[in-house]
């Protein structure tokens, strides 16, 4: 019997950060056909509510060093503002949206990234055990849209901080055994691109070998490469495809397909 197909989307900060930019994409996620889950960052927004509250963000390699105080006002932040405002504007829009966090109905359950070089703070890392699928499988058949923020918890107690990608990444994964997954990056870019500095140089699809080429000729670098590290590990535990692309361009044969 042919597997129920599923799209789980993950929206980068460049569009959260941009309200109306945001509010359009959400109307074309609104149209997409079947079932659906969406996976939010948070954009710089974090950042500047620190920096008018008095605190300087540090961030190391991309990633955000989460102290207790810069957990509070992520927490507030990703969970609170940007996910409601988010699940408001999908109700508007005719869309069942349920936002959550890790925490709720324990969807994402993580550990606490141990200190090396670098102590992160309150950063999750997950695991291969790390995703409820059943509650997201109840949530799919009942026709709600599962809107997940970057906030999960260890089970303990404590939240943590964590990366959307990763998150999208695992969510695709752990569903991929039952249902037809595509993964669907998001961003303000038209996909990977052989020039950065050159938004129509999209490279349409790339596997494994092509990418292992484009990564040592330093044409993929920077942050594409955690995004496309996440993407072929989900290609390569069943998920179906993975698509780059332009948020506002849902649908659109401008885009980066990555297959095995």
């Known amino acids: 019997m042919e597997q129920q197909a599923v799209t789980v989307y993950k929206i ?38 620190m920096r008018q509250l008095g605190q300087e963000p540090v961030l190391v390699n991309g990633r955000r060093v989460t102290d207790a105080a810069a957990l509070d006002l992520v927490v507030m932040f990703y969970a609170g ?3 409601k ?36 703070g309150f950063v999750g890392d997950l695991t291969a055990a790390s995703v409820n699928h059943e509650l997201l499988l109840t949530l799919l058949q ?25 998150i999208a990444s695992a969510v695709a994964v752990a569903l991929a055994p039952v249902l037809d997954v595509t993964l669907h990056y998001c961003f303000e870019k038209n996909g990977v691109l052989r020039d950065v500095n050159d938004n129509n140089s999209v490279i349409p699809e790339i596997d ?45 044969d401008v885009q980066t397909v990555l297959t095995t």
């Open 12 to 49: 980068g900060g460049g569009i959260i950060d941009d309200a109306p930019e945001l509010h359009q994409f959400l109307a074309l996620l609104a149209q997409a056909p079947g079932p659906t889950i969406l996976v939010h960052g948070g954009g710089k927004g974090a950042s500047a509510l």
């Open 81 to 83: 503002k940007t996910n």
């Open 85 to 120: 405002e988010v699940v408001a504007q999908l109700q508007a829009l005719g869309v069942n949206a349920l936002g959550l966090s890790g925490a709720d109905g324990n969807v994402i359950r993580g550990q606490k990234r141990p200190v090396k070089e670098i102590d992160y």
């Open 142 to 166: 009942a026709g709600v849209t599962p809107v997940l923020c970057p906030i999960i918890h260890d089970g303990q107690g404590q939240l943590l901080n964590t990366n959307a990608d990763t």
């Open 208 to 252: 494994a070998t092509h990418y292992a080429e484009l990564r040592a000729q330093g044409v993929i670098a920077d942050g594409m490469l955690p995004k496309l590290e996440n993407a072929f590990a989900a290609l390569g535990a069943g998920v179906r495809r993975v698509i780059i692309g332009h948020a506002l361009r849902l649908g659109s």
